[in-house]
Structures are given as structure tokens and as C-alpha cells.
């Protein structure tokens, strides 16, 4: 007993001790480029210059007023994608007919490039929250709609079999058969997608807003200040990874992990 807690406890510190070594390696190689002069130093900002670049911006406010801005946009255009996108891939799963007729021009909007929608969002929506929630919601409606779809479609007659001697109809059917079965795909596909919306929103801030983590990028582009644009990538990726991991627990639910284990 005691050696299996101490197998356990040496597990859960590889884990935490491994990623910190890479990131301290990083973080070495950078400084270590910054100090050779590998670049110009308005091209390779230092460690200690984006750290002061970050100290400057929060005493400012700008940096919290625009994750706050990000976020809501962010988490605005993922929720309106979700709650159509997820109806929709379920519908399609469970009729035939209904994918022949609407994949193709589903796939068709999926291989276009949120980016390339830029022109008509500002356009409809003009600056501001608007374009910026069109744009996410155009990038992550479509794939979250037909990863759902696929999932509904791939899952085991058997179970619609065992469902029909249940008499397992409508609201039974969905409930207890098919969202259960598509949980772990459609949780994976929710995940992806959130990695997008982000990639997306930078892109968005960059032309039709006035604030926000990519609009910071933009003015520090535009100013030169490029350790103030790497203090914004690194809050991007922190807060993207952060709201990954909530995500991530949802794979752990009791009535979801048995999708992983399969």
C-alpha cells in the first residue's frame, strides 16, 4: 500500500516536474537568443522586457479591460455556436437524407476561412462586438456541427436495438441513447473548437475593434512594441489553456469516461 502511494506520488510530480523543465528550457533559449543579439533587439524583445512590457500594461488597465473584451466575445460566438451547432449535428446523425442533402454544403462553408468573412462582417455588423461574435461563430458552427453528426452516425446499431426493446422513443431516445453515446466526441470537438474561436478572435480584434487581446497586438505591431504584442500572446495562450483544461474536466464525469475507456 505504501509503495503504491509512493508510485503514485512520484506519477503526479513527473508530470508537474516535466513540463516545467521544458518551459524553464524555453524560457533559457529565449533569454539566451535576446542576449546574443540572434535578432535586432526591437525584433526579439528579452524575458525581462516583456516582463516590464506586463507590468506596464496591467497598472495601466488596458490588459484587464481587454481580456475582459476577448473573453465576452469569445465566449458569446462558442455559445451561440454551440447552442445551433449541436442541435443541428444531432438532427443530421439520426436522418439520412437530411445529411445527403446538407453536408455538402455544410463542408463547403467549413473549408472557407473565417478570415475571408472579415469584409462582409464589418461591412453588416460595422466595429465592435458584432463582427468579432459573427466571425467566431462562422469559424466553430460548422466543424461543431459535423463532428456531432459523425458521432451520431458511427454509433452501434446494438443500440438502437437495445433501445427499440426498451421502447426508447423521442426525448428517451435522445436522452438516454444517443447524447450519452456522443458525449465524448462532441465534448473533444467542443474543445477544438475553443482552441479556433481564439484563434479567430485575435484575427477579428485586429480589423473591427477598438479593444481586446488582438486589438493589443495590433497596436504594439503598429508602435514596434513587440514586447507588449509577446505580453499579449502569452495571456492568450494562459487564458486558452486555462478554459481548455475546465473543459477538459467534463471528460472526467462518471458518465462520460467510459467513452474514453472503450
Not at 127 to 147: C, E, N, Q, R, W
Request: aromatic share 14%; proline share 5%.
Amino acid at each position: 500500500m505504501i509503495n503504491a502511494e509512493k508510485a503514485i506520488r512520484k506519477k503526479k510530480a513527473i508530470h508537474i516536474l516535466l513540463p516545467v523543465i521544458v518551459l524553464a528550457t524555453v524560457i533559457l533559449l529565449w533569454a539566451l537568443a535576446s542576449y546574443i543579439d540572434l535578432f535586432p533587439a526591437y525584433a526579439m524583445p528579452s524575458p525581462a522586457a516583456v516582463i516590464k512590457s506586463f507590468k506596464e500594461e496591467f497598472l495601466a488597465g488596458r490588459l484587464i479591460n481587454d481580456i475582459i473584451a476577448s473573453l465576452w466575445r469569445v465566449a458569446i460566438g462558442f455559445v451561440l455556436s454551440a447552442a445551433l451547432g449541436l442541435p443541428l449535428g444531432l438532427w443530421l446523425g439520426q436522418h439520412l437524407y437530411a445529411r445527403k442533402a446538407f453536408v455538402p454544403m455544410l463542408n463547403f462553408f467549413r473549408f472557407l476561412s473565417p478570415l475571408a468573412w472579415i469584409p462582409f462582417a464589418i461591412l453588416w455588423f460595422h466595429i465592435g462586438d458584432k463582427p468579432a461574435v459573427f466571425l467566431i461563430f462562422m469559424a466553430t458552427f460548422f466543424p461543431l456541427a459535423l463532428a456531432t453528426m459523425s458521432a451520431v452516425a458511427t454509433i452501434p446499431s446494438i443500440y438502437f436495438r437495445v433501445a427499440k426493446d426498451y421502447n426508447y422513443t423521442g426525448r428517451n431516445l435522445l436522452t438516454k441513447v444517443i447524447f450519452p453515446s456522443v458525449l465524448p466526441q462532441v465534448i473533444t470537438a467542443l474543445r477544438v473548437s475553443y482552441g479556433i474561436s481564439w484563434i479567430v478572435i485575435v484575427a477579428a480584434e485586429m480589423v473591427g475593434c477598438q479593444d481586446g487581446l488582438g486589438y493589443g497586438i495590433w497596436e504594439a505591431r503598429n508602435g514596434l512594441r513587440l514586447d507588449s504584442a509577446v505580453c499579449y500572446m502569452i495571456v492568450i495562450g494562459v487564458l486558452g489553456m486555462g478554459i481548455d483544461r475546465l473543459l477538459y474536466q467534463l471528460t472526467k464525469l462518471p458518465n462520460v469516461r467510459w467513452g474514453y475507456e472503450r
